[in-house]
């Protein structure tokens, strides 16, 4: 399994990015799958779920309102939009994916880290004030 999360870069405040991660060696359309991002000096943070099938979503606190989850099985891709971008969303950003969801539903949604069994490499996103 591989998972490849591109699209970071600098922005500045109140500006809007999309990062997306292509999986590779799994039937995508089966697995719930996450972001996550890791401040410097941080622990990583849970951001957003989403279900296998698209239709159940998930988010931190922290971006409700501001980002959105999104996937598209026929490219094997999922997308995390993100308006409204602050300085403290500077972070590492990684996907992951939850092998569990396969035998649960393709409406679950996992929010524990400890949970996602693959990650991809990250994509550095900065926000400037």
């Known amino acids: 399994v591989q998972l490849q999360a591109s699209g970071g870069g600098l922005v500045q405040a109140g500006d809007s990015l999309s990062v997306s991660c292509v999986g590779s060696?799994?039937?995508?359309?089966?697995?719930?799958m996450g972001w996550f991002r890791q401040a410097p000096g941080k622990e990583r943070e849970f951001v957003a779920a989403?279900?296998?099938?698209?239709?159940?979503?998930s988010y931190a606190d922290s971006v409700k309102g501001r980002f959105t989850i999104v996937r598209d099985n026929g490219k094997n891709t999922m997308y995390l939009q993100m308006n409204s971008l602050k300085p403290e969303d500077t972070a590492v950003y990684y996907c992951?994916?939850?092998?569990?969801?396969?035998?649960?539903?393709?409406?679950?949604?996992?929010?524990?880290?400890?949970?996602?069994?693959?990650w991809g490499q990250g994509t550095l996103v900065t926000v400037s004030s």
């Open positions: 992951a994916v939850d092998e569990r969801t396969a035998r649960l539903s393709l409406m679950a949604v996992t929010t524990e880290l400890n949970e996602y069994d693959y």
């Open positions: 060696g799994l039937t995508f359309s089966r697995y719930g």
């Open positions: 989403i279900s296998a099938n698209g239709r159940t979503t």
